[in-house]
């Protein structure tokens, strides 16, 4: 069961119609689409709070099409292999929840997921599809001690400590990075010396990187709009001058690599 406690006090929460509340009164009211924002003052960052509206929207229509399927066929695998009964699964800084509601329409389990931008929440909360959603920050997830079975961590900030005080005893974190190949034709299109990814483990000391398995595929973007969402759902996208992204406009169509890097870490 999801154990998600109150950013006050730590008590635990409970949910009820509009709102969910600690035995020592802290209430948070539910937002219209069903999350809730559990980020209080202290673990409320400056300004630039997660990804903005753009980048969720692009990256929730691109992913939509299915182009990423490796990497959800290869994260469906390990949960199967390991046969746990109806696991606790966090979606850790879950951006729009694209890779969280294909686990849980794949397999039994209880799924929460958290981010720290409201719009990438709020865009998961109307997927309404039985996922416990709140806004949060990674460096004090609202959750009990040792509760988690599987973290999803995919493309997002590592914390090592919050991930290793979540998970259960012989539970896991799937930490997700771009492969070296990932988006590399993309890159050949932009740059005159495109670049590999660092395909680097995060350094880490408490927890142990027990396994590391890497999916690859090849796909076919249909259409310009395809290439562009994808485009601007990356940091490239960010950091390229306007003749380059010109490069781009013409494109009808695109074959490219997807590469996925999955770290696993247990205690
Ligand atoms: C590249 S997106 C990946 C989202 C999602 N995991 C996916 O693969 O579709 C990175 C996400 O991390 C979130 N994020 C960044 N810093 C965070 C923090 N300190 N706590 C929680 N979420 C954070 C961003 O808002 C963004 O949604
Ligand atoms: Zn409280």
């Known amino acids: 069961m999801i154990e998600i406690i109150c950013p006050v006090c730590g008590e635990a929460l409970t949910e009820q119609d509009r709102s969910y509340t600690c035995p020592k009164g802290h209430c948070f009211d539910k937002a219209k689409e069903g999350y809730v924002n559990l980020l209080t003052a202290s673990h409320k960052p400056g300004s630039n709070i997660g990804d903005n509206k753009d980048m969720a929207l692009n990256r929730k229509n691109f992913l939509s099409k299915g182009y990423f399927d490796a990497l959800v066929r290869g994260l469906i695998e390990f949960i199967e292999e390991k046969s746990l009964p109806r696991p606790t699964i966090a979606d850790i800084c879950c951006g729009e929840g694209y890779y969280g509601e294909r686990i849980k329409n794949a397999i039994d389990c209880d799924l929460f997921g958290f981010d720290l931008s409201k719009e990438m929440v709020r865009l998961a909360a109307k997927r309404k599809n039985g996922i416990t959603y709140f806004v949060g920050n990674l460096s004090k997830i609202p959750v009990r001690d040792s509760s988690v079975d599987i973290g999803l961590h995919l493309f997002a900030p590592f914390h ?6 979540i998970i259960k005893d012989d539970g896991y974190i799937l930490s997700v990075v771009a492969g070296e190949n990932h988006l590399f034709e993309l890159k ?7 670049y590999k990814n660092d395909e680097k483990a995060p350094d880490t000391k408490d927890l142990k990187l027990a396994e590391k398995r890497k999916f690859t595929a090849r796909v076919h973007l249909e259409t310009n709009e395809d290439i562009m969402s994808l485009f ?7 950091h390229t ?11 009808d169509s695109l074959d490219i690599t997807t590469e996925f890097v999955m770290f696993v870490y247990t205690h």
Do not use: I, N, Q, V
């Open 232 to 238: 601007k759902m990356t940091p490239y996208y960010y």
């Open 188 to 194: 050949e299109l932009l740059y005159d010396t495109p």
């Open 241 to 251: 001058k306007d003749e380059d992204k010109a490069k781009l406009m013409g494109l």
């Open 160 to 165: 090592e400590k919050e991930f290793g005080r």
